[in-house]
């Protein structure tokens, strides 16, 4: 039959990105204490497309991304990407797979399991070898909290004012991690962790943990930052910390981000 994308176009312009977006996709991802974990992701896959092609072969982006699947680990998501661009013939390919990453985290009194759902997301881009910073792959990881106001504690004569945020961790990926060292370091920096279970005991801890641990989003996100920098696995990285107000019609938020090379210190080997 006809290839018809691989026609010749005429009209003399280059697409930075041509590919599928939105696909839904079961996934197997690495997990610290399972050893995997099955979850369900949002996909999106491109390549560029030269300015002599009509179109790209959408239905190869899908038939890459299924071999990978089962084993969708740090560094095999750029050789997917690798191997997407070298089957279409292109100078690069693009890609993002959010999921949903569940750990079983157990009450802090009665010790009772529930499931926590952490927002995670890999993406990167891979181009020509030989090309001047020809790959990069990040992993972004969105971590819920509580927080205290430290200045409503210490004006109001009966509580203070407590919600709950999300900071995002964003890593450009150097030697290999656990996403699970991540929540923890989140977790611990802010005025307490969320669960999904807390029975009456529970709630009295967290509650009474949080207040004595008050945080505005700027502690939060400097105590998440030094506690990542201090890791030294990451040439840059970033923090944000959005608070879910709960006497303002608005979020607080702080953002911070680091890059070795710009702080003096050696770039460790990325993957």
């Known amino acids: 039959m006809i290839d018809v994308q691989s026609l010749a176009d005429t009209r003399d312009v280059p697409l930075a990105k041509v590919g599928v977006k939105g696909l839904e996709y079961p996934i197997r991802v690495l997990d610290k204490l399972k050893k995997v974990q099955h979850t369900t992701a949002k996909v999106d896959l491109y390549a560029d497309l030269p300015r002599h092609f009509k179109g790209t072969h959408m239905s190869r982006f899908i038939e890459i991304f299924h071999r990978y699947r089962e084993d969708l680990s740090m560094p095999r998501f750029l050789d997917m990407l690798k191997t997407i661009r070298e089957d279409l013939e292109a100078e690069a390919a693009f890609g993002s797979v959010s999921f949903p990453y569940f750990l079983e ?90 669960y999904s279970l807390l029975k009456r005991e529970d709630e009295k801890f967290v509650t009474e943990h949080a207040y004595d641990n008050p945080k505005f989003v700027e502690d939060l996100v400097r105590d998440v930052y030094i506690q990542i920098k201090a890791l030294k696995l990451f040439p840059r990285f970033s923090v944000e910390a959005e608070n879910f107000e709960s006497i303002h019609n608005h ?15 050696k770039r460790h080997e990325s993957i």
């Open 105 to 194: 985290k157990k009450a802090p009194v009665s010790g009772l399991p529930g499931m926590m759902s952490y927002e995670c997301c890999y993406q990167g881009w891979v181009k020509a070898q030989g090309e001047a910073g020809d790959r990069q792959f990040t992993v972004r990881v969105a971590a819920p909290v509580t927080t205290v106001c430290p200045c409503s504690k210490a004006i109001s004569d009966r509580g203070a004012h407590n919600q709950r945020g999300i900071v995002r961790v964003e890593l450009e990926l150097g030697p290999f991690f656990w996403i699970e060292d991540i929540i923890k370091i989140v977790e611990k920096a802010a005025s307490s962790p969320v």
């Open 251 to 265: 979020s607080a938020f702080a953002y911070a981000r680091y890059d070795e090379a710009q702080d003096g210190g």
